[in-house]
């Protein structure tokens, strides 16, 4: 049984960092193209990043410069390090694991960015 497991959101301080991670299990990691998308309060889920078996990356533009994604296939965890947070990057963060027709998703970890 494939497993997305991530870790605990929380809350922010603007200008805050924070690196959330996805631990896999169930399934050969390295074959999988991850990705990171999240859900804001009365908005649609959108891409954050992603980041391919072979280690391409993908940003949404607006993210670009202070979002990073990175895995690490010997932990069988992707990464998603969040600088210079926003109040409007408040959201539910899920992450994302594709192999041809699989695709499988995490719980959803909070992240909320509030002074």
């Known amino acids: 049984q494939v497993q997305l497991v991530e870790s605990r959101g929380g809350l922010v301080q603007p200008g805050g960092s924070l690196r959330l991670s996805c631990a896999a299990s169930?399934?050969?990691?390295?074959?999988?193209?991850m990705g990171w998308y999240r859900q804001g309060p009365g908005k649609q889920r959108e891409l954050v990043a992603a980041?391919?078996?072979?280690?391409?990356?993908n940003y949404t533009d607006s993210l670009k410069g202070r979002f990073t994604i990175s895995r690490d296939n010997a932990k069988n965890t992707v990464y998603l390090q969040m600088n210079s947070l926003k109040p409007e990057d408040t959201a539910v963060y899920y992450c994302?694991?594709?192999?041809?027709?699989?695709?499988?998703w995490g719980q959803g970890t909070q992240v909320t960015v509030s002074s």
């Open positions: 994302n694991a594709r192999k041809e027709w699989l695709d499988f």
């Open positions: 980041i391919t078996s072979g280690g391409r990356t």
């Open positions: 169930g399934i050969i990691f390295s074959d999988l193209d």
